[in-house]
Each structure stands twice: as C-alpha cells, then as structure tokens.
C-alpha cells in the first residue's frame, strides 16, 4: 500500500538555525500540506500546496517558513532561522483529486535547542 | 472562533467493549468530518470520513454518526482489542482543503 514517507525521523537543531523537512508524497496525489504538533497539543495546520503553489496558509506560517516541491515527487519544508517554539513533530499529508482524504506520514521530531 | 472540541480527554473501555468517543464542532459550514488515530510517535491514521449529507457511516468494527442539529460527531469502536488503544482525533473541513482537528481523546483498552 503507498504512503506518505517523511525524512528525517528526527532532527535535533539550534536555535538560529536553518532547517529542511522532507516528504514523499504518495505519487498519484496532487494536494499535498504540512501540519505540526506541539508535544501533547492538537495536529495544527501550517500550509497546503495545489500546482506548485501555496494554496492557504495559516497564521503560523510566517515568513521564516517556506515550502517547495523541487521535482515530481518531494515535498519540503524549511524554517529558515529556528527558534525554541518551533519544536514539534511535523507532519506531512496527501490526498488525491476528488477526494478528501489526506494521508499522512510519520512525521518528522524536530528539536531546537 | 470557530473550533472542534472534544468533550472527554481520556476514556478506558474494557477489552471486548463497545466504545464511544465524541467530538463538537461549532462551524455549521462543514461539510466533511473524518476520524484519525494516533498512535504513539506516529502520525495520524484514517480511521473513517462522513460527508455533511450524511448521518451515518460504518466501516469495519466503526461507525461516525453525524448530528448537524446539535453539531455532533461520535466515533464508535465494536468489540474493541487492545490493539485499539491510541489516541483519536476528529477533524472538519471547511470548504477549502485544510483540515481543523479536535484535541484529543485518548482511548485505553483494559485487558
């Protein structure tokens, strides 16, 4: 069964500091979003993206964070300059056309230090 | 603002149990509900999606009943195993592509 692959597992970073998160969406799918969870919060949405560009993003979404699709088949995500508050698991999703149903990776644990 | 909420943060239910886990949300403009489970360090897995045109839905050993009049959300789990044990979350979608989630209930399976 395919599904949404997300790399690295965990990424440990200082503040300050820039960082990338990959993703590999499930290859069919044309939607594709980022969300995060703060440790023991709610999954909360950052950004979606339809046809090489950003669809809605949300009031967490500033400038610092970025997002490419620089082939036809990864998805990233960049902080540019860290800080403390970003540590959270984030998570990559999917879904296909004409349907609602995103799927979602395993999620990247970023630490800042 | 708007918001999905859900009513209990922890629920246990005996192994072979029926469960129950609810869900509120206040945008009566919705019109997609799905229910994902969470277990521990990985992320959100389907569990079952409901259009707003619909009441009821039911999957393998799961069924999400839709109350639009009193905007509520329930996920029901059959004959739960302790393989069921996670916690689950509901969601909306609001016309666009985001989805919202709920907080959390976590759901405990006693042998």
């Known amino acids: 069964e395919p599904e949404v692959t997300q790399t690295p597992s965990h990424q440990v970073t200082q503040m300050g500091q820039e960082v990338i998160l990959r993703c590999v969406p499930i290859s069919n799918h044309l939607y594709f979003y980022w969300y995060r969870q703060i440790l023991g919060q709610k999954v909360e949405f950052l950004v979606s993206?339809?046809?090489?560009?950003?669809?809605?993003k949300s009031e967490i979404f500033d400038d610092q964070f970025s997002v490419e699709r620089p082939d036809g088949s990864n998805f990233t995500l960049k902080i540019r300059s860290t800080k403390l508050e970003d540590s959270a698991m984030y998570f990559c999703?999917?879904?296909?056309?004409?349907?609602?149903?995103?799927?979602f990776g395993p999620g990247t644990r970023l630490t800042v230090t | 603002g708007e918001s999905v909420g859900l009513h209990l943060p922890t629920l246990s239910v005996q192994e072979g149990d029926n469960s129950i886990i609810n869900c509120a949300y206040s945008?009566?403009?919705?019109?997609?509900f799905i229910w994902y489970k969470q277990e521990s360090g990985k992320g959100p897995q389907f569990i079952i999606d409901?259009?707003?045109?619909?009441d009821k839905r039911q999957g393998q050993r799961v069924t999400v009943l839709l109350n639009k009049t009193v905007k509520h959300l329930s996920l029901q789990i059959a004959a739960t195993q302790p393989g069921d044990s996670a916690v689950y979350f509901c969601?909306?979608?609001?016309?666009?592509?985001?989805?919202?989630f709920g907080t959390g209930t976590r759901l405990t399976i006693i042998p």
């Open positions: 409901i259009r707003s045109n619909m």
């Open positions: 993206f339809y046809n090489n560009e950003i669809s809605e």
């Open positions: 969601a909306e979608r609001v016309g666009n592509e985001k989805l919202t």
């Open positions: 945008n009566s403009a919705s019109d997609y």
């Open positions: 999703a999917s879904n296909r056309q004409g349907s609602y149903e995103q799927y």
